[in-house]
């Protein structure tokens, strides 16, 4: 008898793995005491890659304020790559933990830059434009993890059928 997704039990330790690695993600970084200063940090750097004035973690435009909150440092989307790093039995600890410290790395400047398209977008046009380029960029922004996950991962494994990547992910080869 053939099982069913959802009632195989390496599916349902992947998702529970999933989102304890990627709640626990946010929470640390969330509560890490100088999250304020890459609030800071990345208001410039976007202020100085459109060129715009940043007063904290505010980016001044002519008609609004852009804040740079917590969550615009890119806590969501790492918190997202570590969790589909460890949620998975596969591979090996010291592999997801080069792989989760690399790929944060990237996100972080990768978000960087899309903030900054979000700002000029609001500088350029109006903050209508920004507001709804926010969002689209963030489910870009989903599907550029994933996809960089799969790239790394079927890389490693050297094998592109998702069907005995699977079962190495989740410890059923």
């Known amino acids: 008898m053939r099982l069913s997704f959802w009632s195989q039990t390496s599916v349902r330790r992947f998702i529970l793995r999933f989102f304890l690695v990627f709640f626990l993600v946010q929470i640390l970084l969330l509560a890490w005491p100088d999250i304020a200063r890459v609030q800071h940090l990345i208001a410039g750097v976007v202020g100085l890659i459109i060129n715009v004035p940043a007063e904290g973690v505010f980016l001044i435009l002519r008609s609004a304020r852009f804040e740079i909150t917590a969550y615009?440092?890119?806590?969501?989307?790492?918190?997202?790559?570590?969790?589909?790093?460890?949620?998975?039995?596969?591979?090996?600890?010291?592999?997801?933990?080069?792989?989760?410290?690399?790929?944060?790395?990237?996100?972080?400047?990768?978000?960087?830059?899309?903030?900054?398209?979000?700002?000029?977008?609001?500088?350029?046009?109006?903050?209508?434009?920004?507001?709804?380029?926010?969002?689209?960029?963030?489910?870009?922004?989903?599907?550029?993890?994933?996809?960089?996950?799969?790239?790394?991962?079927?890389?490693?494994?050297?094998?592109?059928?998702?069907?005995?990547?699977?079962?190495?992910?989740?410890?059923?080869?």
Not at 73 to 102: D, E, H, Q, S
């Open 72 to 173: 615009c440092t890119g806590i969501v989307g790492i918190g997202m790559w570590w969790g589909l790093l460890f949620g998975f039995r596969a591979p090996a600890i010291n592999i997801k933990i080069i792989f989760g410290v690399l790929g944060s790395l990237i996100l972080f400047f990768a978000n960087i830059l899309r903030i900054a398209l979000v700002v000029f977008a609001g500088r350029s046009m109006n903050t209508v434009v920004a507001e709804w380029l926010h969002v689209a960029t963030w489910f870009l922004f989903s599907i550029l993890i994933v996809g960089m996950w799969y790239w790394l991962i079927s890389r490693y494994f050297k094998e592109t059928n998702m069907q005995r990547l699977a079962r190495k992910l989740l410890g059923n080869a």
